[in-house]
C-alpha cells in the first residue's frame, strides 16, 4: 500500500510532464500558435478599422465612438461604481453606528437597517440582467424538457401539440411583452410581493421566447433513441420512469443540450429588448436612458454596453458548452 501511495504522485507528475512535453512539440506548439494568433490578428483589424471609421461618421451627438474613447468611458463607468459603493458603504456604517447610539441609551429600541436608495451602476445593471436571464432560461428548462420528453415517446401527443409549437415559436417578445405586462399587473398583487413587478416580466418573457428550442431538440433526441435500446428497455419491462432515466435521458443529453445553447442565447437577445422596451432594471435599460440621455458621452457608453453584452453572451456560451462537455459523456 506504501508502495502505492508513493507511485500515485509519481505517475501523476509525469503524466503532467508528458502532457507538457506534448504541448511543446513542434506541430502542437504550431497548431496552438495557430489558435492564438488568428483570433488576435482579427481582432487587431477590426480595432484598426473601428479606429479609422468611427471618425467618418457623424451623428447628432457628434463623432461615433473609437475604441479609445470607449475604453475611456469603460473606466469612467468602473469609477462611477467604485464612488457609489463607497457612497452605500458609508450610508450603512452611519446606520450601524446610530443604532449601536440607539441601542447604548434603550437596549430594548426597535433598530433597524434601511437599503441604500442610490441609482444602480452599469455593473449593478450586468448583475440584474445576468440573475433575470438565468431566471428565465431556468423556468424555461423546467418547462421543455419534460415536455419534450413526452412529445418525443409519444407520437400522437407530438401530433396534438406540434402545430402549437410552429404558430408560438416565431412569435417575436415585442409581440408578448404587452400581454405579459398586463396579466402580471393584473393577477401579482401583493401588498409585500417577493418579487418586483418588471424582474417577472421581463423573466416571463424570457421564458416564453427561449423555451422552443430546447423543447424541440428534446423531443428529437428522445425520438431518436436506437431502437435497440427501446427492444432491450421492453424485454425488460422497465418501468416508465426508469426507461426515462436509464435509457432515453442517457441517449437525449447531446440534443438536449445543444437545445440549451440556443436557448440561452435566445435568452439573452430577448432580454435585452425586454428590458429596453418594458424600461426594466438592466442592461437594456440602460441603453434605453443612456439614447434618451443625449449627451455627448451617450454613445460611448453605450457601445461599451454592447461589448458588455456581446462578451457575456460569448462566456454564457462557454460555460453551457463546458457543462455539456462534462455532462454528455459521448461528446
Known amino acids: 500500500m506504501t508502495t502505492i501511495s508513493q507511485n500515485a504522485p509519481t505517475s501523476s507528475g509525469m503524466r503532467w510532464l508528458r502532457a507538457l512535453a506534448d504541448r511543446l512539440a513542434g506541430r502542437s506548439l504550431a497548431e496552438t500558435g495557430r489558435q492564438m494568433l488568428l483570433p488576435a490578428i482579427g481582432i487587431v483589424l ?7 471609421a468611427a471618425p467618418q461618421v457623424q451623428t447628432s451627438l457628434g463623432a461615433f465612438p473609437g475604441p479609445a474613447e470607449v475604453w475611456d468611458q469603460s473606466g469612467q463607468l468602473w469609477q462611477e461604481h467604485s464612488a457609489q459603493r463607497e457612497r452605500a458603504d458609508k450610508f450603512l456604517a452611519m446606520q450601524l453606528e446610530r443604532n449601536q447610539r440607539i441601542l447604548a441609551e434603550n437596549p430594548d429600541a426597535d433598530v433597524k437597517i434601511r437599503d441604500y436608495t442610490g441609482a444602480p451602476t452599469f455593473f449593478d445593471q450586468i448583475l440584474t440582467s445576468l440573475i433575470t436571464v438565468l431566471a428565465g432560461f431556468a423556468l424555461a ?9 413526452i412529445v418525443g415517446l409519444n407520437r400522437h401527443f407530438s401530433a396534438a401539440v406540434n402545430p402549437l409549437i410552429q404558430v408560438f415559436k416565431p412569435v417575436s417578445p415585442l409581440a408578448w411583452l404587452p ?3 398586463m ?6 398583487v401583493s401588498d409585500d410581493p417577493m418579487f418586483e413587478k418588471s424582474f417577472l416580466t421581463s423573466m416571463i418573457t424570457v421564458t416564453l421566447c427561449s423555451l422552443w428550442p430546447t423543447l424541440i431538440n428534446t ?14 428497455s421492453k424485454v425488460l419491462r422497465l418501468s416508465f420512469w426508469t426507461h426515462v432515466r436509464k435509457v432515453v435521458l442517457p441517449s437525449s443529453v447531446p440534443m438536449i443540450f445543444t437545445g440549451l445553447r440556443v436557448s440561452l ?4 437577445m430577448v432580454l435585452i429588448a425586454a428590458e429596453m422596451l418594458a424600461q ?4 437594456g435599460k440602460f441603453v434605453w436612458d443612456e439614447f434618451q440621455n443625449g449627451s455627448s458621452e451617450s454613445l460611448s457608453r453605450i457601445m461599451v ?3 458588455a453584452i456581446g462578451f457575456i453572451g460569448f462566456l454564457l456560451d462557454r460555460v453551457m458548452l463546458v457543462i455539456q462537455k462534462k455532462v454528455a459523456w459521448n461528446e
Open 305 to 307: 454596453a454592447v461589448l
Open 179 to 181: 400581454l405579459v405586462t
Open 280 to 283: 426594466s432594471p438592466g442592461l
Open 46 to 52: 477590426f480595432l484598426g478599422f473601428w479606429h479609422l
Open 219 to 232: 423531443s428529437v433526441g428522445v425520438s431518436a433513441v436506437n431502437p435497440d435500446l427501446l427492444n432491450v
Open 183 to 188: 396579466v402580471v399587473s393584473a393577477t401579482y
Open 265 to 268: 442565447g435566445i435568452a439573452w
Open 141 to 149: 428548462t423546467v418547462i421543455a424538457v419534460p415536455l419534450g420528453i
